[in-house]
Structure formats: structure tokens, C-alpha cells
């Protein structure tokens, strides 16, 4: 099994206009992660939480140190087409039905006929057993179910 995520001396240093150092958010942190295994970032407001995980998903680029998913460069597209990210407050039309939203994603991401996106939503409703929220407005449902 190798490691999925490798942080080597990661460093995120951010400038000024001028290129002065202005803050380092990230300061020299080893890590790894493995195949099967989950990690947790822990730490105070400001200790570099976000930008590392921004880094992780390519977003923002390390000043120092070394940065590999599935042992390639975060930026790397075909990199991530492999990630998946869940922000803690996901941009959602909040004035769609539960139904309304996963309809449009799913015609988002290929499905051209209706009938095979109403077929798909129905089922993935079915899974999460979320028959009873699936007409209600997504700005009326709870974080969590958000």
C-alpha cells in the first residue's frame, strides 16, 4: 500500500504586493496518509488547517517543501479528478427543492435524457433515505442535511 498524500517540508508562505513575507500560514510540516486511512487536522483559528487542505486540493501552491496526491502534483488535472471535497458550507441554490438540486447535478455531470436523471435521483434518494426531505427547499433543511 503507498501513501495516497506526502507532505515534505510543506511551507505556504503569503507575500505582500511588494513580495515581502507576510504571514506563513504553513511552516515546514511532514505528513502522510495511506491508502484506507483518514486524517484529521486539528489546531487553533489561523494554524494553517484551511491552507493546507487548499494546498491539498491544488487551489494554492506550496512556497517550500514537497506535495503529492496519488503520488503526483495536487494541480496535476487528472489529479484531481480523483478528489473529492465537501466544504463545511457547501455553495448550494437554496431556493431548489432536495429533488430540484440533484436533478440539476446530475445533468451537470452527463446525464442528457430526464427520464434516465429522474431514474438516478429517485434511487439515490431511495439509498439516503431521503424520501421525506426530497420536496422540501434546501434553505429549510438542517446543516446536516444540507
Known amino acids: 500500500m503507498g501513501n495516497v498524500v506526502e ?3 510543506l511551507t505556504k508562505e503569503f507575500r505582500d504586493f511588494w513580495n515581502r513575507p507576510k504571514a506563513k500560514a504553513v511552516n515546514d510540516i511532514d505528513f502522510e496518509v495511506r491508502e484506507g486511512e483518514v486524517l484529521g487536522l486539528l489546531g ?5 488547517k484551511s491552507t ?3 494546498m491539498l486540493l491544488g487551489l494554492l501552491y506550496p512556497t517550500g517543501g514537497r506535495l503529492t496526491v496519488f503520488g503526483r502534483s495536487p494541480r496535476d488535472v ?3 479528478k480523483m478528489i ?6 457547501p455553495p448550494l441554490y437554496t431556493d431548489m ?4 438540486y440533484l436533478l440539476f447535478v446530475s445533468e451537470l455531470k ?3 435524457k430526464k427520464a434516465d436523471r429522474v431514474q438516478d435521483v429517485a434511487q439515490a434518494v431511495q439509498r439516503a433515505g431521503l424520501q421525506e426531505m426530497e ?3 434546501i434553505r429549510n433543511l438542517s446543516k446536516g442535511y444540507r
Open 7 to 9: 507532505a515534505v517540508g
Open 44 to 48: 487553533p483559528n489561523g494554524s494553517g
Open 52 to 54: 493546507t487542505v487548499k
Open 78 to 80: 487528472d489529479t484531481k
Open 84 to 89: 473529492g471535497y465537501l466544504p463545511e458550507i
Open 97 to 100: 427543492t432536495v429533488q430540484e
Open 110 to 112: 452527463g446525464k442528457k
Open 135 to 137: 420536496k422540501r427547499l
